[in-house]
């Protein structure tokens, strides 16, 4: 399996992560652990190189994005974090105040890499669950109208979208705006 000059970088940014994540899974740094995750490493840079990306990976907008997604993170942990004390509540609660719910959720403009972490974001927060993805948007089961309105407000759309263009983020409509104004558009056709 040859790589061309073209891939290079896609397979060395996934081979970088993938063994940033290996490392960081292990906690370990022995000669063991370094060379086992090179090569695990490796051969998911080779074998994803061409899924992977739509673009190829830009060398000073990668490392930048690297920072923003460190930042995100302890966010994306909290967020899990408040999640599963809500989740553990219902549970607990002896009515079990359960609201499940599908709604569709219009998604904001962005590149596939984006949308596939809003969408792993939202599904790794207990309470909510990507059940279909549409040109358009997604389908979100929700167990809670409170999970619900807390994916109208934005701030995980907005938290995502800090990773991929900066600040300029949190600028963009929550998608209760965009839902809204889906919503007028609509009532003024069928006037």
Sequence with gaps: MGVDTD???????????????YL???????????????????TVGLLFSQIA??????????????????????YLCWEILKANVTMAYLILHPDLPIDARFEQYETPDGGALELSTLATSITLTPGTLITDIHEDGFE????????????????LEHAVGFIFV???AFEEPT???R?????????????
Excluded: C
């Excluded at 839902?179 to 006037?191: A, F, R």
């Design 7 to 21: 891939s290079l970088p896609h397979v060395l940014t996934i081979t970088f992560t993938g063994f940033l994540f």
């Design 24 to 42: 960081s899974l292990s906690m370990l740094f022995t000669p063991f652990e370094i060379v086992t995750g090179s090569i695990s490493a490796l």
């Design 53 to 74: 990306f739509e673009n190829p990976p830009a060398v000073i907008r990668t490392p930048v994005r690297f920072l923003r997604a460190l930042v995100y993170l302890p």
């Design 140 to 155: 979100i089961h929700a167990l809670t109208e409170g999970a619900w309105d807390g994916l109208l407000g934005g701030a």
């Design 166 to 168: 900066g600040r300029d």
């Design 175 to 177: 998608p209760r705006e």
């Design 179 to 191: 839902m809204d104004k889906t919503q007028t558009t609509v009532e003024d056709d069928t006037q």
